[in-house]
């Protein structure tokens, strides 16, 4: 009946929602550098590189990946990693790695407790077969 019909409705909803957006792979992965972009953006957070990951399959999914690099104070990069998996559709830090910025490369003082980070970003795009 109606109960049935409605947690269809409410199911194909979620996942069309859960799912990445994108006519071909490349326009895929430029959509998520972009949405990665403006979140960083929302956390006073410049994106120093970004660079699409090769996309692979798992479960009949496929998965479209981003790499981008950046400083970031332990705040920023909390609070960056916050919105990225509360994210729709849904994304997944599948890498991380940060390490203080080098006192060496620092030409000014408010480099000071900043972290070099590198960030892998994997969103799911729906098989050819779903």
């Known amino acids: 009946g109606e109960t049935a019909e ?6 194909a909803a979620l996942e069309s929602g859960a799912y990445l957006k ?3 792979e490349a326009l895929t ?14 956390n006073q957070v410049r994106l120093t590189s970004t660079r699409a990951l090769s996309p692979r ?4 999914i496929r998965l479209i990946g981003v790499s ?3 400083k970031a104070s332990l705040e920023q990069l909390r609070g960056l990693l916050f919105q990225i998996e509360s ?6 830090v599948e890498a991380l790695q940060a390490r203080p910025v080098s006192p060496f490369s620092q030409s000014s003082t ?12 994997v969103g799911a795009l729906r098989g050819k077969n779903g």
Do not use: I, K
């Open 6 to 11: 409605r947690e269809r409705v409410g199911r």
């Open 22 to 24: 994108g006519e071909s």
């Open 29 to 42: 992965a430029a959509g998520l550098q972009t949405m990665l972009a403006q979140l960083a953006a929302t």
């Open 57 to 60: 399959e798992r479960d009949a």
């Open 68 to 70: 981008v690099q950046f």
């Open 87 to 92: 994210q729709r559709p849904f994304l997944f």
């Open 110 to 121: 408010e480099l000071n407790g900043m972290l070099d980070v590198r960030l892998d970003v």
